[in-house]
């Protein structure tokens, strides 16, 4: 899928299909594969299909907050010229989606939130990586995503383990978990009014269940699903699974 990345101005993303524009957004350790089920199954359904790269290599340290990157696609669909969004996001990007929907909400017209951050996520960050350079130890924290270890292939792991042994990604990794627990989302939710689909794993332990909970009590206009055997990435680990739940959300909606 990278392969087909479209770089414009200062934005890098794929794109696929005609229709409803779909935007999403990718995680801290996650990238446009994550949601390759979605990429190649929407189109078919009459929907385009966008996911930009979030700038998280690119911006200053001081820059490296969620609110950068809400502001960043702000700017990327203004640059597009998109209107009645339906915004994806899994763990930081459900955040910044969160925080983009509470800032912009006429550009969206709906919202769909995996794995998402902006209540309470745990993660190999609390720890300070101690053990870093020790591949097998960050396998097995990779693992720990999934219901199913085996959906941790070697090269995601790969990525993991380069991404958290290069020191600027760390630095910035570290200050994204800070600015995600200082824009925590509790005192906005109820004030958001978008319909939102809250699509999560029943084994989640980055963002475990009662996490959507609180999400789906808080947002006052939420749909809460539940996917069965599944942690922290459904989209990854559930792809067909993920995507019947969001389109027939997506069709009641009428969006």
Request: glycine share 6%.
């Amino acid at each position: 899928m990278e392969k087909d990345l479209i770089i414009e101005n200062e934005f890098s993303y794929i794109e696929n299909g005609d229709g409803r524009p779909i935007i999403i957004l990718h995680g801290l350790m996650g990238g446009l594969s994550n949601f390759k089920g979605v990429y190649e199954e929407f189109p078919k359904k009459n929907y385009k299909v966008i996911m930009p790269e979030l700038p998280i290599e690119n911006v200053s340290i001081l820059n490296t907050n969620v609110k950068t990157f809400a502001k960043y696609v702000y700017d990327f669909i203004k640059f597009k010229d998109l209107k009645e969004i339906i915004l994806v996001g899994n763990s930081l990007g459900g955040h910044v989606a969160l925080l983009f929907t509470r800032d912009y909400p006429e550009l969206v017209k709906g919202l769909v939130i995996t794995g998402s951050s902006g209540l309470y996520e745990k993660s190999m960050i609390g720890d300070g990586y101690p053990k870093r350079s020790n591949y097998d130890y960050i396998k097995t924290k990779t693992e720990e995503v999934f219901y199913d270890p085996a959906v941790a292939s070697k090269e995601l792991v790969d990525e993991v383990f380069e991404s958290v042994n290069n020191r600027e990604k760390v630095i910035k990794t570290l200050a994204l978990a800070k600015s995600a627990i200082r824009h925590n989302m509790s005192e906005d939710l109820p004030k958001m009014n978008n319909k939102t689909a809250i699509i999560w794993g029943k084994e989640d332990s980055v963002t475990p269940p009662s996490v959507a909970e609180d999400f789906n009590s808080l947002l006052p206009n939420s749909d809460l699903f539940w996917i069965d055997k599944c942690g922290h990435a459904p989209m990854m680990e559930h792809p067909e699974k993920f995507n019947e739940i969001m389109l027939s959300w997506l069709k009641k909606n009428n969006l």
